[in-house]
């Protein structure tokens, strides 16, 4: 990597910068495998997914698959990078049981995606992250050590799945940097649909590169944790690595570059390997490959296609709807949470009533891990309806909380349905007597009862006690088995009692 002219804040921990560089393999949502016709889904019983090309056997060639490439261009557009015209594909040489060939088809000199950058706020301070480029890889096997004794097996299905490797420069100054880098990186492949992000499978893999110098000093020598799988054990491993590399620096020893692995059972990284430079693998073009070229009107045609990416949409939801920069940001974290919040707005008007109650109650049933936003029992029009009752004050906040918990529960939303869905939170409404008392003779009846039961609360309100208005309130809603306007009472509290 190059040296770092990020224009990031520095902290410094006891005394150190920390310097991070993130490599994130990005695994590509093709059906079929980069140089092959081999199924890329995943789960399959090992082995039964790894055609003749992926096992390298005698006279097998490598035919590249246009869908990979494709999604290439959509990301390299999305990050404002230069997608080159002519890429070349090289062999990156190394031994490894799950690596059929004995090398890895990847890109090295000439890669396919270059430059660009990734913008994020952590906190109020906005952050950006300039990338060195993104390259075409295939991936290799796995190998298996848990359901063997003394001996391993190897699963070739992976071998030859689609990978982009994004590659950054060491902009990267702190664990929770280097959390909200991945996060935002994250967004953009799945809200581009060219990755399902899915971290567990091994969708969305993060290398990082740490190392940490006096403030003013060269670059120290980095160590790469390998195979981070989840944005909590990443922060983790990078904190516990910051903290060991400045107690081998201060006890008087030289850090070692080297490949390390993280325990999430110990919370500690250990070394693997030590670090392979670039001359190690003995990259060389390879022969049956021709240079991938791609043509410009390839180019304007996926950009013009594109989605309308997060950052953009954000500032759309600003100025269309005013909504405050805060909001438009937490909506745009996922696709699947813009779409809802867009369709409830069209549907209710309400943009900010519409973002409150998705970033309140839905995101807090999706907090608990009950479901995601693609998966919501409560349609975006029984949502835009039950906000619509709120603000014609046919029912009170609390009793919105209600019909929405009960929605939730039943799980009825028809989808294709909007006219339907919306009359199920009216039915509900009746069903559970949540309408508000809007009758305002009835409600006076109840207050006047209400005073002249409580002259004491009255006589300190009168003196000049404005808590002992809270004293009224509580009676009259309770008469009104909570079916009260609270606004309209306390309107015509004020009004009776002068």
Not at 24 to 47: D, M, V, W, Y
């Amino acid at each position: 990597m190059g040296s770092s002219v990020s224009n990031n804040t520095s902290p410094l921990v006891h005394g150190y910068e920390v310097v991070i560089g993130f490599e994130t393999h990005a695994q590509l949502s093709t059906q079929s495998k980069i140089f092959s016709r081999a199924s890329t889904a995943f789960g399959a019983e090992p082995n039964t997914q790894a055609c003749a090309v992926d096992l390298a056997l005698p006279g097998t060639l490598p035919v590249m698959n246009k869908g990979a490439v494709e999604r290439a261009i959509q990301l390299g557009l999305a990050l404002g990078s230069h997608v080159a015209e002519r890429s070349i594909f090289a062999r990156k040489n190394y031994f490894y049981p799950d690596l059929p060939k004995g090398y890895q088809i990847s890109q090295f000199e000439i890669p396919v995606v270059q430059g660009g950058e990734v913008s994020f706020f952590l906190g109020d301070e906005k952050k950006t992250v300039r990338l060195v480029r993104a390259h075409l890889e295939e991936d290799a096997g796995k190998s298996l050590h848990e359901d063997f004794i003394g001996q391993s097996g190897i699963d070739l299905n992976r071998a030859g799945t689609p990978l982009l490797e994004i590659v950054t420069e060491p902009d990267i100054r702190s664990s929770a940097e280097a959390v909200a880098y991945a996060k935002e990186l994250h967004k953009i492949v799945t809200w581009i649909g060219i990755c399902d992000g899915n971290m567990q499978e091994g969708s969305f893999r993060c290398d990082a590169n740490v190392s940490v110098r006096k403030p003013g000093a060269p670059l120290g020598t980095r160590r790469e944790i390998k195979n981070l799988n989840s944005f909590k054990f990443m922060q983790q491993a990078i904190d516990y690595e910051v903290r060991w590399q400045i107690e081998q620096i201060e006890d008087g020893h030289a850090i070692q570059q080297a490949t390390v692995l993280f325990n999430p059972d110990t919370g500690e990284t250990r070394a693997m390997r030590t670090k392979e430079d670039a001359a190690d693998y003995r990259y060389f073009p390879d022969p049956d490959l021709p240079p991938l070229v791609i043509g410009r009107d390839w180019v304007e045609r996926v950009r013009s296609e594109l989605a309308e990416l997060p950052r953009v949409m954000a500032d759309r939801f600003v100025t269309q709807y005013g909504l405050p920069e805060y909001d438009a940001t937490q909506l745009t974290q996922s696709k699947a949470m813009a779409t809802y919040f867009e369709a409830t707005t069209k549907a209710c008007g309400q943009a900010k009533l519409a973002s409150n109650w998705i970033m309140g109650e839905v995101s807090r049933r999706l907090n608990s891990g009950e479901t995601s936003f693609d998966a919501l029992p409560v349609s975006a029009a029984q949502l835009a309806a039950l906000i619509g009752r709120i603000s014609d004050n046919t029912i009170s906040n609390n009793a919105a909380r209600q019909v929405f918990d009960a929605l939730w529960a039943e799980g009825g939303a028809t989808v294709d349905d909007a006219t339907a869905d919306a009359a199920r939170v009216d039915t509900l409404i009746e069903a559970m007597g949540l309408k508000q008392m809007n009758d305002t003779g009835e409600l006076e009846k109840i207050i006047d009862e209400v005073l002249a039961a409580n002259p004491k609360n009255v006589e300190e309100f009168k003196a000049g006690n404005a808590k002992a208005l809270n004293g009224l309130v509580g009676p009259i809603m309770k008469a009104s088995k909570g079916k009260a306007n609270p606004a309209q009472v306390n309107a015509l509290l004020m009004k009776k009692l002068g």
